[in-house]
């Protein structure tokens, strides 16, 4: 069952983000910026509060030191205790078990004596420190055998580490902010090449214009460019050649058929009722006109319909024997021009692409070669290993040859060399033998036969077309080539066809 077409065509679901990247971007910078403005946050918190806690702590120690080692609690107990309340927001207290208790604090504050101290007056403990109702609380036991309590007030510090709180969060906010302009920043610079891409791809898809855009820098966003007018470019080729194409074959397609309907107009008025009859020379002749016109045009349509295949679908890959090709190939060239012979010698030879496409370009470059030979002369061909991944196919003509100015634009469409432009041909020929060799992944080239040949007092120099295919030696079954035996085959009008697997012509050099 066939799947409706709206399902083939159907787009793919959408994997990324409807979020757009400038703001993927600049997401990626807030959120990394606030991870380290809060651990930096946290951090400098963590060393500051330590650092003050520790500070209350050594003003605690320090003061209990200085009161102990003045003597002042031995002479006088409540004087010096007093004198600590009154000198420094500290708060004291001094114990005599069972005895007295001599205490000092500043208005409104309560010594906590808890479990802690009450065990450094039990003798539990030496010492005890701790943090109770916002007070550091220090409780020693002295020689003798009272307990000094000594408290001080954490309001200050809590109001030190209140204020860092708050000028940690403004400054961490700043900073995400920054990080949030930056990021747009960066991304609306670095995101603009993309930008220009996206306004150049619309600008294809709505006005075909396929203008390059400017390349700036060498990173990756500029590589990405110069492959987007890469592509432009070929776009634009492809559409020149297109445009080439469809200009040339309607001029190419008018001729035959505005002769084709003159000569029918004209047969049709020759056979009216009254009308004067033509000679039987001259009906003859406009009817092989009309047959040969209507060849024409077949041959020039099925050539475009072959260029048109080669340019939208890549070849059929299979095993092709080179050798069958050509014998194939050969066997209808001769059914035309048996007033010539064929000079073949070739050696088994694997081409893996497509054995129609190959076979269509070896008849094209066979029928060249016919057409151009003087009759009773011969066309010599030969297919040679010239190294151990590529094989030369060399079809060699007597005919007047081809202006060495003309040698590169012959394989272009529609162009017939300066000898050929009175005889019947489309001009597509040696296009279309191109367009498969390049598709092979081979070359080809055009050389004299015989440089400064004259025939009959005409310069007739040949005209030999040099194929180079990759592949590998031997025919199909044989991959390596080794046990594969000459063949030989004759033909009425063939001088000699056979598989040599010793010889082969110079090296390939291309022109």
Do not use: C
């Not at 420190?129 to 408290?151: F, K, P, Y």
């Not at 990759?470 to 030989?488: E, F, K, L, N, S």
Request: no cysteine; proline share 6%; aromatic share 4%.
């Amino acid at each position: 069952m066939r799947r409706p077409t709206s399902a083939l065509f159907s787009p793919l679901r959408a994997t990324s983000s409807s979020v757009s990247l400038r703001w993927r971007v600049m997401l990626l910078a807030m959120s990394m910026v606030a991870m380290v403005v809060v651990l930096m946050a946290v951090a400098s918190y963590l060393l500051v509060s330590t650092a003050l806690y520790r500070d209350v702590d050594k003003q605690l120690n320090d003061r209990a030191n200085l009161l102990i080692g003045s003597g002042l609690l031995s002479v006088d107990p409540r004087r010096a205790i007093e004198g600590t309340a009154y000198s420094a927001d500290v708060n004291a207290k001094l114990i005599f078990p069972g005895l007295i208790t001599f205490s000092a604090t500043q208005q409104g504050q309560i010594i906590p004596y808890g479990a802690p101290e009450q065990a450094v007056t039990r003798g539990e403990l030496e010492q005890s420190l701790r943090t109770v109702n916002h007070q550091r609380v220090l409780a020693l036991r002295l020689d003798n055998g009272s307990t000094l309590i000594m408290a001080k007030s954490l309001d200050p510090t809590d109001t030190v580490l209140r204020r860092l709180g708050w000028v940690l969060l403004i400054v961490g906010g700043v900073g995400v902010a920054v990080a949030a302009a930056a990021g747009a920043v960066v991304a609306g610079t670095g995101l603009r090449p993309v930008a220009r891409l996206t306004d150049a791809a619309e600008r294809v898809a709505r006005t075909d214009d396929l203008r390059p855009i400017a390349v700036t820098g060498s990173d990756e966003l500029a590589r990405l460019t110069i492959s987007f007018n890469t592509m432009l470019r070929a776009l634009a080729e492809s559409r020149d050649r297109q445009a080439r194409l469809v200009t040339d074959a309607g001029h190419e397609l008018r001729t035959p058929l505005t002769s084709l309907r003159t000569n029918t107009e004209l047969l049709m008025a020759a056979m009216q009722p009254g009308a004067p009859r033509l000679p039987d020379e001259e009906m003859e002749a406009l009817q092989l006109d009309v047959i040969a016109q209507i060849e024409e045009l077949s041959t020039l349509v099925g050539d475009l319909v072959d260029l048109a295949r080669g340019d939208g679908a890549d070849i059929v890959h299979e095993p092709v024997d080179l050798v069958e090709v050509v014998e194939g190939t050969l066997e209808r060239v001769r059914r035309r021009r048996n007033d010539i012979e064929f000079d073949v010698v070739m050696q088994p030879w694997q081409v893996y692409g497509d054995a129609a496409g190959l076979s269509r370009a070896v008849l094209n470059l066979l029928d060249n070669a016919a057409k151009w030979s003087p009759s009773g002369t011969t066309v010599s061909v030969r297919l040679a290993q010239v190294d151990a991944a590529h094989a030369e196919l060399v079809i060699s003509d007597r005919g007047p040859g081809i202006p060495p100015a003309e040698r590169d634009l012959v394989f272009e469409r529609f162009y017939r060399a300066t000898p050929a432009r009175g005889m019947p041909g489309s001009g597509l020929g040696l296009a279309i033998v191109k367009q498969v060799v390049l598709k092979h992944g081979g070359a080809i080239k055009v050389e004299e036969t015989e440089p400064g040949a004259v025939v009959d007092g005409s310069p007739a120099p040949g005209t030999s077309m040099h194929v180079l295919l990759p592949g590998r030696p031997g025919p199909i079954g044989h991959p390596d080539g080794g046990g594969a035996a000459g063949r030989r085959k004759s033909a009425p009008n063939a001088r000699e066809i056979s598989v040599d697997s010793q010889s082969a012509p110079a090296a390939w050099h291309p022109s």
